[in-house]
């Protein structure tokens, strides 16, 4: 009786949840920009390759990762161009490649991420 309870108490709290939609990286495809909704940053980030202390700080909901990545399509490979601050402010500061990837020159080729890349179908209006 106590486990039913339980159970009906947190679809309860959950029911009322709600989330914030996240700002997509950008993919640059034949001289197009268009939303990426894979982050290829995020899978850098591990034990040997850590996010540097202080850089991706949280000042909104719409983006928790602290950034946005702008990608690149070249010769069939993958590369990051640019990284600005994940604020919801117009214009936010560019963070220098350098921080994350100090002995690579930009564009950084992305020999890490071998994911698919999710590209949400465009809409004709």
Known sequence: ?????????LLKLTSNAQATAQFP?????KGKSQPLFTNPLESYFTPENRRPAGV???SCTAVWRGYVATWKIVDSQLYLVKLVAGTCGQNPPEIPLSIVFPAEDAPIKANWFSGKLRIPPLTLI
């Open 1 to 9: 009786m106590k486990l039913s309870i339980s159970i009906l108490g």
């Open 25 to 29: 990286d950008v993919l640059i495809y």
């Open 56 to 58: 991706f700080r949280f």
